[in-house]
């Protein structure tokens, strides 16, 4: 089934080797979109209208939400992911949120990296399981 997926075509010669040497901003970026991919996905099944989907969407992708995520995710998170989501939150970003605290971008960016290294390394399943908890939580 893998051969079969167009995101996993597009880079098909990136090696862990590769994967760890990218930056956490760059992990961020892959991870922002997988996770919007995701949610986006999950939210369909709820038939909503497409103003409401976006609405809904915007629950799960804005800063606080992660940042909320990452807190209740935290004790399920092996070492190396909680690594990963420090380095994350640690990255030096030249971007000023326009909708969020600090504190929360910056625990929202090391989700999102986290997400990117997981994607990245072909841990889809942990994703999904990641995903079925975050699909149970209540992240206002």
Do not use: W
């Amino acid at each position: 089934m893998e051969k079969d997926n167009l995101f996993r075509k597009t880079n098909k010669d990136i090696t862990a080797e590769d994967i760890d040497m990218l930056s956490p901003l760059q992990l961020a970026y892959i991870g922002d979109a997988v996770y919007e991919l995701l949610v986006r996905t999950y939210l369909l099944q709820k038939k909503l209208p497409v103003n409401k989907l976006h609405k809904a969407t915007i629950e799960y992708v804005k800063a606080k939400a992660q940042a909320n995520i990452v807190h209740m995710l935290e004790d399920t998170l092996t070492e190396e992911e909680q690594t990963i989501v420090k380095k994350g939150r640690n990255a030096k970003s030249h971007t000023i949120p326009k909708n969020a605290n600090m504190i929360d971008y910056k625990y929202a960016t090391g989700f999102e990296a986290l997400i990117g290294y997981l994607y990245l390394k072909r841990r889809d399943e942990r994703i999904s399981e990641m995903f079925e908890m975050i699909s149970n939580m209540d992240i206002d």
